[in-house]
């Protein structure tokens, strides 16, 4: 059974915004594509932007929807909950999601890499579709690094995110920085180190805090 033809443009519009950005894409790159009218963009989504923003939404609500009930699940067992477990929560669930049988969610992923560099709009994009869960990630990890810097917490997450742009963008650079022996989209090496690295992060910058409270007590 063909697919739906909103399906279609969406489908081709985040195949292409994740391969070129936004500006690299028109709408009748996308519609050609998706063998459509270009008059159904304006039909269903009222324009680029509104198309754009469809792409993001769709699939944020069901990531978010994801994470926060793996969070959940940690803070059932231990609140509060170790450090490497609030991370693994984060970050699992978008690494299920490229490793898994849909080929889109790695098209998803690189177009988050895009908006996510992107000076103009990408931090407001980002903002409105993850920042309430990001805050209830960053409110446990305020609980497991008790008397922690909130500044440091923040730039922590700040690099965090760095760092998941970057990986999930599978730009190979890797591949030839380390003459083959590691692979950018070797996503089972990220989750293997990705965790431990990160939470090594917010350890390190949070340590001085911890020793202070050991010496007063």
């Known amino acids: 059974m063909p697919k739906p033809k909103k399906e279609r443009i969406l489908e081709e519009a985040e195949r292409l915004f994740a391969k070129r950005g936004y500006d690299g894409v028109s709408l009748r790159e996308i519609t050609n594509e998706a063998g459509v009218d ?4 304006k039909y269903h989504f009222g324009n680029k932007q509104g198309l ?11 990531l978010n929807r994801e994470r926060s009930d ?11 909950a170790p450090v490497e477990e609030v991370v693994d929560a ?6 299920n999601k490229v ?12 177009l988050l890499a895009q908006v996510n560099n992107n000076p103009d709009w990408g931090g407001r994009a980002m903002s409105k579709h993850f920042d309430p869960l990001v805050h209830r990630f960053l409110d446990a990890l305020k609980r497991a690094l008790p008397g922690c810097d909130e500044a440091d917490l923040y730039w922590c997450y700040h690099f965090w ?18 003459g083959g022996l590691c692979h950018s ?3 089972e090496a990220v989750h293997k180190r990705l965790v431990p690295f990160i939470s090594a992060g917010f350890r390190a910058l949070c340590q001085k805090y911890e020793e202070n409270d050991r010496e007063h007590h």
């Open 52 to 62: 754009f923003d469809e792409l993001l939404s769709r699939r944020a609500k069901a």
């Open 99 to 110: 490793v898994s049988e849909d080929p889109s969610w790695r098209s998803y992923f690189g």
């Open 161 to 178: 995110s760095g760092a998941l742009t970057l990986t999930f963008a599978d730009t190979r650079r890797i591949d030839g920085l380390s």
């Open 70 to 80: 793996a969070l959940d699940a940690v803070l059932e067992r231990h609140d509060p």
């Open 90 to 95: 984060f970050t699992h669930t978008l690494l």
């Open 185 to 187: 989209s070797d996503f």
């Open 38 to 41: 270009v008059a159904l963009v």
